[in-house]
């Protein structure tokens, strides 16, 4: 099962190869996804990476959370899913 890591503290010049070469370290990663100002272009700085098992997410998040990367330390973790977005209330 994959399991989908949040990934913050990004610099902006971090790239989507880097991650990947990054968490391989930690097994099979499936997708890495960082994320872009829709306007600029440019990384906000976050970013996503789905690993293909639960141990290795474990893995990951043990070897990389706090880790310096472009002197920037990372802060990674499960990723939550995301928030139902629209108009009107579920309550």
């Known amino acids: 099962m994959e ?3 949040y990934v913050g503290n990004l610099s902006k010049a971090t790239t989507q190869e880097e ?8 097994g099979d990663v499936a ?4 994320i872009k100002d829709r306007t600029s272009g440019e990384s ?13 997410a474990d893995k990951a998040i043990s070897m990389f959370n706090a880790y310096s990367l472009s002197e920037h330390e990372l ?13 009107g209330s579920t309550n």
């Open 3 to 5: 399991v989908k890591l």
């Open 19 to 26: 991650l990947n070469t990054l968490f391989k370290r930690a």
């Open 31 to 34: 997708l890495v996804n960082i």
């Open 44 to 56: 906000k700085g976050f970013g996503f990476v789905t690993m293909s098992a639960q141990s290795e």
């Open 75 to 87: 802060k990674v973790d499960l990723a939550k899913p995301r928030e139902q977005r629209g108009f």
